[in-house]
Structure formats: structure tokens, C-alpha cells
């Protein structure tokens, strides 16, 4: 079988891919793909351990699918404010989302 | 499975993961990140097949390849400057991403290889769709009655607040 730890590593590259991402990137809509890759890295987290530690329970894959719900919700929130933030400033740039800055 | 063989697919859907995550982040296009990401999700559902975690490979699929991904495309769509040259990004901050990202993956890594977990040698379900099920009627059925009503507010909210100011 497959050690635990190579998920564990892979995931964490992943993880941290998504979070290079996330601080590289000016464009909104770019940041939020990158988000969905650091959800998607932790939920294989998590249905590795599931089948590792505790098999029987499934509680894992669980957690795995309430982390999807919540990405899913996640995902159309973020897009109606950034499709709000478009038509008010006409960028997608996070570097002008400044209007709050004093 | 064999042991050789879930190597073999694990190592494939490791380099599938990782090369389509960094064209997702590095990627100028981002209709093409979009497509990356696509790609990304369903080495993940992969690995989720390979891990005995049928129902939630099957969601993955239905709802990040068939729904998340969709609407991040909409969002591209609708906020692509009149020329398409706009659909660009820049990269910044180069130093501070690098660091941290050395730290958090060496710290990760070194954390991972040398625990010892007690992996239990029990076998999986088999029958995962109907477990779970059973287990969200049951054990879970307040976190599934409460994520139900966020993702409705959620829904309704993101409506409310993509809606044209002033609308009919």
C-alpha cells in the first residue's frame, strides 16, 4: 500500500502551489481558482487519513464532502462580489480594491 | 489493486495534480487557468477512486468539474475587459511568496516523513453511497441540516448581491 506520508506530502505541495497562487496573483477571479486548489489539496487530506487511520468509519470522506458544500457556496459568494466590485471600479484588479483604505 | 500498479497511478495523477496546479497559478490566460483547474479537480477525483472514497469522487466530479468550474468560466466571461488582450494577470510579490512557501513545504514534509501513524488495517466500506447516506441521517444529521441552510443563504445572498443596483 501507498505510506500515508506521500499523501500527506503531495498534498501539502499542493497546498502550497495553490497558496503561491493565491499570493502571486492581482486578478480576483485568479485568486479564487487558486483557493479552490488549497481546498481541494486539504480535502485529499482529508480522505487520506479517512482511509488510513479510521477505514471503517468513513468520517473522513464526510468532512470531505460538508468542505465541498462549503467551497461550492465559497465559490458564488466570492464571484457576485467581485462581479459587484467590476461594475462599481470596471477592474478585477485586487491591487485598486482600495476604496476602504483611509 | 496491486501494489506496483497503485504506485503507477499515484505518481501519474501526482504529476497530472501538481503541473496542472502551477499552470492554473502561472497560467497568463485565464480561460485557460480555468481549464487547468478542471483538469486539477479531476486528477483529484482520481486520487479519490484510488483511496476507495467512490461517493466523494462522484462529487467531486458532479459538482467542482460540472458546477464550481462552470461558474468560475461565467465570472471570467463577465469580467473580461472589452478586449480580450485584458485577460491577463501579472505576477508580484515574488520574495515574500517564495519564502513563505519554502517554509511552509520544507516544514510539511519534514513534519510528514518522520510520524508514525497508526494506520489501521481494517478494510474500507464498500458500500460508501449508502453508509454515507445512513450517516448523514444519523450521526451527522445536524452539520448536514445546518450546511444546508448556509448553502441557501449563501445562494440567496449571492444573488442579492450580483444583482443590478436598482434593478427591476
Known sequence: ?102 | MNDIISHVIFFALAILAVSSAVLVVTGRNLFHAAMFLGLYLLSIAGYYFLLKADLVGMMQVFVYVGGVVVVLLFGIMLTAQLTNVRLTSALEQRWVTIVSLVSLVGLLVFVAKDTVFKVSQLSPVEDTTSFIGKMFMTDYILPFEVISVLLLAALIGAVIIAREEGGK
Open chain 1, 1 to 102: 500500500m501507498i505510506p500515508l506520508s506521500y499523501y500527506l506530502i503531495l498534498s501539502g505541495v499542493l497546498f502550497a502551489i495553490g497558496m503561491a497562487g493565491v499570493l502571486l496573483r492581482r486578478n480576483a477571479v485568479a485568486v479564487l481558482l487558486s483557493v479552490e486548489i488549497m481546498l481541494n489539496s486539504a480535502n485529499l487530506n482529508l480522505v487520506a487519513f479517512s482511509r488510513y487511520i479510521a477505514p471503517e468509519q468513513a468520517s473522513g470522506q464526510m468532512f470531505a464532502l460538508f468542505v465541498m458544500a462549503i467551497g461550492a457556496a465559497e465559490v458564488a459568494v466570492g464571484l457576485a462580489l467581485i462581479l459587484m466590485i467590476y461594475r462599481n471600479l470596471q477592474s478585477v484588479n485586487l491591487d485598486q480594491f482600495n476604496i476602504f483604505k483611509w
